[in-house]
């Protein structure tokens, strides 16, 4: 039982990090339609910015936190800008392979810089261990479930409450009526990805400080596809809630299956649910379901 | 492929659906095979290493037509090409290992089973398309790789490496590559004659319906599922009959190497070759196969050129991934068409000179 709740524990606080890393794609997807395969590489690289501002440029904490977010902002603008905007209008494919390509050339510059050493991230969390019963939830969990849930507070409010929150909001319902009321679309796009940049940054901190920091560790956000399939490609609530089950089903196949049917099922399993989802609700649970006119 | 120079009239139906639009063409196609039927038997020109090369743009090329059957003609998005190549891998390496069976097996029934196993997996494409059969196949590719040939020790080896000998033909052992050169060489080539003629055919001209408006498409009485499957079916094929050969030329199956960058590399392909296109298929083929291989022989000349002061190790490690990714996004910003509409462009800027425009 101690073992179930270890899992059970140990899951919600991976699935809120996913939940977060999955809003900032649910975001691209919404406002911009495009299939964000970048992400998992932001991920990445935003743990690699925040080592290189805290140990290789051995900037003070209140310093560097901020900085690597704003970096990451930056390079989500930049994206948007450079590699996104002239892609416009182009099939899905192009626009697809596009992140594909974006996703390699991020990495091949990422080795560039950081080789394909591993690195540990300094410990700059706060040792709290919480005791939760028998199970301990060690501080990169606790608090990475607890900013998770901050942050994604956060983005809510700033979509319910802010003038620009809404004008994206009213982007991703309808662009043409969004442009006529004068907002400007190419903005909103540009803030999608940077924000997408933002959680990612975020996400990848704390899944370099779970795991290790090592040029792979965009691997670690492969389930994120199963997580928005499941939720629904363009909805908020449902990134949330399936980024939570999905973390959960991972660690109980992880715990209870892989003995039985092998190590591999605890990287399979969300694709499997995917899969899954896919032929029942090829919508997901939350998404808006696309009815094509000829 | 509508393409033609003018003043090259058509006076019948026969004449206009031919593959060569112009005896010139066939001439220099009848000529370009022949020379690369003598190619293994120039050492001179040709040596060991660019003969290696070779054979891997070959069996490339077969992939590719496979991949561009399926995405760029058909218009299904599959991540799980590289997948499929593993399939049939796994299936010449199995059936020559376990039951001794002779290439002239090995290689069709590689074909079969990935079809099988293609028409498997592409059947979530009866309601899914777009991204959404995009992450099916996503998912195909991540179940195949991660966990059938990683985890069925017993049949595959898992990550142990499966070997395999290279085979033999009327009993002649094809262990120099001079001579394996050949059989990925008949192949390929019969592999392009098949597309050229497959896009001829009803069932091929129903597939590029299909893709350019699959609503429409069906409104006109093209049953899409049959021929969604239709597509899968052949694909897998050629990527089948690709693993086979990747099989035998490397002598040693790692099911690593049939990872998601196996996938990306072949929608890279027919992205810089050219989507719905044979020629692009090749040439995006051997624009691909090559790229890696003048990164490495450049980053092996330059290296001793650079003082060792400066630590240049760690740019050429990641030159690689970087280039491949650039190459991606630069043909699809600069020329979504690909290789084949730049060799067109190519090709008129000379027709037309000196007044092109």
């Keep these: 039982m101690v073992f179930f709740f270890h899992l059970l524990i140990l899951g919600i606080a991976i699935g809120a990090i996913y939940s977060m890393i999955a809003i900032g794609f649910v975001l691209v997807y919404k406002s911009t339609r495009v299939l964000n395969f970048t992400q998992g590489t932001l991920v990445m690289l935003g743990a690699f910015i925040i080592y290189a501002l805290l140990e290789q440029l051995s900037l003070p904490l209140f310093l560097a936190l901020p900085l690597s977010l704003v970096v990451a902002l930056g390079l989500g603008f930049l994206i948007e800008r450079l590699v996104l ?21 991020l990495k091949g510059g990422a080795i560039m810089i950081w080789t394909t050493e591993y690195f540990s991230l300094p410990k700059i969390l706060p040792a709290t261990f919480l005791h939760l019963g028998p199970v301990t939830i060690s501080p990169p969990y606790l608090w990475g479930f607890i900013v998770s849930m901050l942050l994604i507070i956060a983005l809510t409010l700033f979509f319910k409450l802010t003038n620009l929150g809404i004008a994206m909001r009213a982007v991703a319902n309808d662009q043409p009526a969004a442009l006529s009321m004068g907002i400007s679309v190419k903005w909103v796009f540009g803030l999608s990805w940077a924000l997408a940049g933002l959680v990612a940054t975020v996400g990848g901190f704390f899944l370099g400080a779970i795991n290790i920091i090592n040029i792979n560790l965009d691997h670690a956000a492969l389930p994120l596809f199963a997580v928005v399939i499941l939720g629904g490609m363009d909805s908020m609530p449902g990134a949330i809630i399936a980024g939570v089950v999905i973390a959960l089903l991972q660690n109980f196949a992880g715990g209870y299956l892989s003995p039985i049917l092998g190590g591999g099922i605890k990287a399979v399993a969300p694709f499997l649910v995917l899969l899954i989802v896919l032929m029942i609700k090829p919508y997901g649970l939350f998404g808006t379901v696309e009815v094509e006119r000829l | 492929m509508i393409r033609r120079p003018c003043g090259n009239f058509k006076k019948n139906y026969i004449q206009d659906e031919g593959i060569f639009p112009t005896r010139l063409l066939k001439i220099v196609t009848v000529l370009f095979i022949l020379l690369l039927f003598a190619l293994p038997l120039l050492p001179w020109l040709i040596s060991d290493y660019l003969l290696y090369v070779a ?4 069996i490339t090329v077969i992939g590719a037509l496979g991949m561009n059957i399926i995405t ?7 991540v799980a090409h590289g997948a499929f190549i593993g399939i049939g891998a796994y299936t010449c390496g199995i059936l020559a290992n376990r039951l001794g069976i002779s290439l002239w097996l090995t290689i069709p ?8 196993v293609g028409v498997l997996f592409g059947s979530p494409s009866l309601r899914l398309k777009g991204l959404y059969l995009l992450m099916a196949t996503l998912a195909a590719q991540f179940f ?17 490496m499966m070997e395999l000998e290279r085979p033999s ?43 350019d408006r699959d609503l429409a498409a069906e409104l006109i009485g093209i049953d899409l599922f049959r021929h969604k499957l239709i597509a899968f079916a052949i694909s897998s094929f050629y990527a089948g009959v690709c693993g086979a050969l990747y099989a035998y030329f490397w002598t040693l199956i790692n099911p690593q190497a049939f990872g998601l960058f196996l996938s990306i590399q072949y929608l890279a392909i027919i992205i810089c070759g050219g989507m719905g296109s044979v020629r692009g298929s090749i040439l995006g083929a051997v624009f691909i196969v090559a790229l890696p291989q003048i990164v490495k022989n450049f980053v092996i000349v330059v290296t001793p050129l650079i003082p060792a002061a400066i630590p240049i190790g760690n740019i050429f490690a990641g030159l690689e991934t970087l280039l491949f990714g650039l190459v991606i996004v630069l043909f699809l910003i600069i020329e979504p068409e690909g290789l084949n509409k730049m060799w067109y462009n190519f090709r008129a800027s000379i027709n037309l000179w000196p007044f092109s425009y």
């Design chain 2, 72 to 78: 760029g003609y058909a218009g299904q998005i599959s």
């Design chain 2, 144 to 160: 195949l790789v991660d966990y059938v040939f990683m985890e069925w020790e017993s049949m595959t080896k898992g990550a142990a």
């Design chain 2, 169 to 211: 033909v009327f009993g002649f052992a094809l262990t120099n590559d001079r001579h394996f050169y050949y059989l990925p060489l008949i192949i390929a080539i019969a592999a392009t004659f098949f597309t050229m003629n497959l896009f001829r055919t009803k069932v091929g001209r129903a597939f590029i319906a299909m893709r």
């Design chain 1, 85 to 105: 905007r002239p892609m416009i209008g182009e099939p899905l494919l192009s626009v697809v392979m596009v992140t594909i390509g974006l996703a390699s050339v």
């Design chain 2, 55 to 58: 054979i891997t743009v070959l």
């Design chain 2, 109 to 116: 029934a590689a074909g079969v089973t990935t079809a099988v």
